[in-house]
């Protein structure tokens, strides 16, 4: 697979799944491993629209299907540009092959920074930087329950270990797209 030309057929949710279950996001940064596909999971949360939860669910396959999750800040530096560009064509080249509106949606957009707020919030030492200065956290206590799962008795909070996070975002996947 070459993942800066993908094929229709490297688009294969269980691949998708499997990596984005993977794949921390922050780099790592976070106190407790969460993944790209519970960040999947999380923004579909935020939608009533079937259009939107759909795209919520699949707007990182680009990340699925090459393994890496680039930060913003080192993603939108000029040499980035031709991943930025490989990024772009998968994600109409999804929409094409699972029936969406081939540009992805600004509420999709928007959403993900504000998503991205809302994770830093909950799941890093935010004390150096102040994540509300990009956008403004998701307050509803369904999208910050996706994020927060559940608490032990001691107070700390538990995050689906890789397999369960593959499988619920593989049953999502099936809930919205119909097929796997």
Known sequence: MNRFNLQDSDFDPKVIA???SRICRFWGQT???????EHCLAMVEVFEDIELKK????????????????????????????YREAEERALIQAARIFGLNPQIPDEIKIADKRMMVTEALQLMNTENYD???????????????????????NGQNIYLNMKIAEDAFLLSWRDLFGKI
């Open 18 to 20: 499997k990596t984005l």
């Open 131 to 153: 994540w509300t200065q990009i956008a403004k956290p998701f307050k509803e206590e369904r999208i910050l329950r996706q994020i927060r799962k559940r608490q032990c008795p």
């Open 31 to 37: 106190r407790e491993f969460y993944s790209v596909a």
């Open 55 to 82: 795209w919520a669910l699949m707007h990182e396959v680009f990340e699925g299907l090459t393994g890496m999750d680039i930060p913003t800040p080192i993603k939108h530096t000029e040499a980035m540009e031709y």
